[in-house]
């Protein structure tokens, strides 16, 4: 199957899965992080944070992960997120992409994090080639 042509105006979604305590433990397993943010409502608590929140890097990895079920990892030339709020546990994430122009071979998406409320909790942006 051919990858599919990229033209300005075209929007994909991707809704992230549940970002559970179990996700958030796997996560810090996974990636190394274990900041204590993320896994212990302790240490949280101690620091006047009411609960553990996602770990910005896993917001980031499924936005790629967006980026990736719609083009081929090869045809990425650049990635590149800001990070604009906390996604906090048991949130329900949606990742979106605008394609914003093409010119000369090359695609620019903007890219954002969505939680159900409306915060935006990751900005960012890539380019890929068109075909």
Known sequence: MRPPTLTAGDRFTLKAPKVTRTVLALYA??????????????????????????????????????????????????????FSAITPVN???VCHGTVTGVTDGLARIDLTVTLPDGTVTLRGSATVTTD
């Open 91 to 93: 949130a329900e994430p």
């Open 29 to 82: 397993g996974a990636s190394g992080d274990h900041n204590p943010v993320h896994i212990d409502i302790d240490a949280c608590r101690a620091v006047g944070i009411p609960d553990v929140f996602g770990h910005g890097m896993l917001s980031m990895a499924t936005l790629g992960r967006l980026l990736t079920d719609w083009v081929p990892q090869e045809r990425i030339r650049s990635y590149e997120v800001r």
